[in-house]
Protein backbone atom coordinates (compact mmCIF):
# COMPACT_ATOMS: atom_id res chain seq x y z
CA UNK A 1 0.00 0.00 0.00
CA UNK A 2 1.80 3.25 -0.93
CA UNK A 3 -0.35 7.00 0.52
CA UNK A 4 0.40 9.55 -1.57
CA UNK A 5 0.33 13.33 -0.42
CA UNK A 6 0.54 16.28 -2.59
CA UNK A 7 1.86 20.18 -2.04
CA UNK A 8 2.63 23.12 -3.39
CA UNK A 9 -0.37 24.75 -5.19
CA UNK A 10 -1.58 27.70 -5.21
CA UNK A 11 -2.85 30.94 -7.15
CA UNK A 12 0.28 32.14 -9.80
CA UNK A 13 -0.08 35.05 -12.13
CA UNK A 14 0.42 33.64 -16.04
CA UNK A 15 4.14 33.50 -16.68
CA UNK A 16 4.57 32.62 -12.99
CA UNK A 17 6.42 28.96 -11.63
CA UNK A 18 5.15 26.52 -9.17
CA UNK A 19 6.81 23.63 -7.64
CA UNK A 20 4.40 20.95 -6.58
CA UNK A 21 5.90 18.04 -4.64
CA UNK A 22 4.34 14.63 -4.00
CA UNK A 23 5.24 12.18 -0.93
CA UNK A 24 4.63 8.95 -0.50
CA UNK A 25 4.47 6.83 2.64
CA UNK A 26 6.10 2.92 2.48
CA UNK A 27 9.73 1.39 1.28
CA UNK A 28 8.84 1.06 -2.11
CA UNK A 29 8.79 4.24 -3.81
CA UNK A 30 11.78 3.91 -5.86
CA UNK A 31 10.35 0.54 -7.16
CA UNK A 32 7.25 2.88 -8.91
CA UNK A 33 6.67 4.41 -11.81
CA UNK A 34 5.69 8.53 -11.06
CA UNK A 35 2.98 10.24 -12.33
CA UNK A 36 1.12 13.35 -13.02
CA UNK A 37 -2.38 13.86 -14.13
CA UNK A 38 -4.40 17.17 -13.83
CA UNK A 39 -7.93 17.83 -14.41
CA UNK A 40 -9.59 21.11 -15.07
CA UNK A 41 -13.34 21.82 -14.38
CA UNK A 42 -15.58 19.98 -16.67
CA UNK A 43 -12.86 17.94 -18.45
CA UNK A 44 -11.84 14.55 -18.50
CA UNK A 45 -8.15 14.02 -15.79
CA UNK A 46 -5.28 13.89 -18.12
CA UNK A 47 -1.75 13.15 -18.42
CA UNK A 48 0.85 15.80 -18.02
CA UNK A 49 4.31 14.17 -16.90
CA UNK A 50 5.77 10.70 -15.88
CA UNK A 51 9.20 9.72 -14.35
CA UNK A 52 10.00 5.85 -14.50
CA UNK A 53 12.09 3.75 -11.68
CA UNK A 54 15.75 3.90 -12.34
CA UNK A 55 17.35 5.18 -14.86
CA UNK A 56 14.70 8.39 -14.41
CA UNK A 57 13.40 8.23 -17.58
CA UNK A 58 11.10 11.34 -17.99
CA UNK A 59 8.02 12.16 -20.52
CA UNK A 60 6.08 14.71 -20.46
CA UNK A 61 2.86 15.80 -22.73
CA UNK A 62 3.33 18.40 -25.68
CA UNK A 63 1.60 21.50 -24.31
CA UNK A 64 4.12 21.28 -21.06
CA UNK A 65 6.91 20.18 -22.64
CA UNK A 66 9.89 23.24 -22.00
CA UNK A 67 7.87 24.57 -19.35
CA UNK A 68 7.21 21.57 -16.82
CA UNK A 69 10.18 19.23 -15.44
CA UNK A 70 9.15 16.41 -13.30
CA UNK A 71 12.21 14.97 -10.94
CA UNK A 72 12.20 12.21 -7.91
CA UNK A 73 14.12 12.10 -4.69
CA UNK A 74 14.10 8.65 -3.80
CA UNK A 75 15.74 8.98 -0.36
CA UNK A 76 13.05 11.49 -0.11
CA UNK A 77 10.25 9.22 -1.62
CA UNK A 78 9.24 12.60 -3.03
CA UNK A 79 8.46 13.35 -6.77
CA UNK A 80 8.62 16.61 -8.13
CA UNK A 81 6.61 19.02 -10.96
CA UNK A 82 8.18 22.34 -11.27
CA UNK A 83 6.13 24.07 -13.74
CA UNK A 84 7.43 27.80 -15.31
CA UNK A 85 5.99 30.17 -17.74
CA UNK A 86 2.76 29.21 -16.03
CA UNK A 87 -0.82 29.61 -18.95
CA UNK A 88 -4.34 30.06 -17.95
CA UNK A 89 -4.79 26.78 -19.31
CA UNK A 90 -2.64 25.22 -16.71
CA UNK A 91 -5.85 25.46 -14.05
CA UNK A 92 -6.46 22.19 -13.08
CA UNK A 93 -6.18 19.87 -9.65
CA UNK A 94 -2.90 18.00 -9.85
CA UNK A 95 -2.77 14.64 -8.77
CA UNK A 96 0.63 12.20 -8.29
CA UNK A 97 0.00 8.67 -8.88
CA UNK A 98 2.29 5.68 -8.38
CA UNK A 99 2.04 2.72 -11.26
CA UNK A 100 3.95 -0.71 -11.50
CA UNK A 101 4.23 0.15 -15.54
CA UNK A 102 6.18 2.69 -17.74
CA UNK A 103 2.41 4.16 -18.52
CA UNK A 104 0.92 7.77 -19.33
CA UNK A 105 -2.70 5.73 -18.81
CA UNK A 106 -4.51 6.74 -15.53
CA UNK A 107 -5.41 3.26 -15.32
CA UNK A 108 -2.32 2.04 -15.22
CA UNK A 109 -2.08 3.56 -12.01
CA UNK A 110 -2.21 1.63 -8.38
CA UNK A 111 -2.32 4.43 -6.19
CA UNK A 112 -3.57 8.70 -6.22
CA UNK A 113 -3.13 11.41 -4.20
CA UNK A 114 -6.03 13.70 -2.95
CA UNK A 115 -4.75 16.78 -5.49
CA UNK A 116 -3.66 19.98 -5.30
CA UNK A 117 -5.39 23.38 -6.71
CA UNK A 118 -3.29 25.26 -9.56
CA UNK A 119 -5.19 28.35 -10.57
CA UNK A 120 -3.23 30.39 -13.07
CA UNK A 121 -4.57 33.88 -12.83
CA UNK A 122 -4.45 36.22 -16.47
Known amino acids: QVQLVESGGSLVQAGGSLRLSCTAS????????MGWFRQAPGKEREFVAR????????YATDSVKGRFTISRDNAKNTVYLQMNSLKPEDTAVYYC???????????????WGQGTQVTVSS
Open 97 to 111: AASRVYSYVAGDYDY
Open 51 to 58: ISRSPDIT
Open 26 to 33: GRTFSSYT
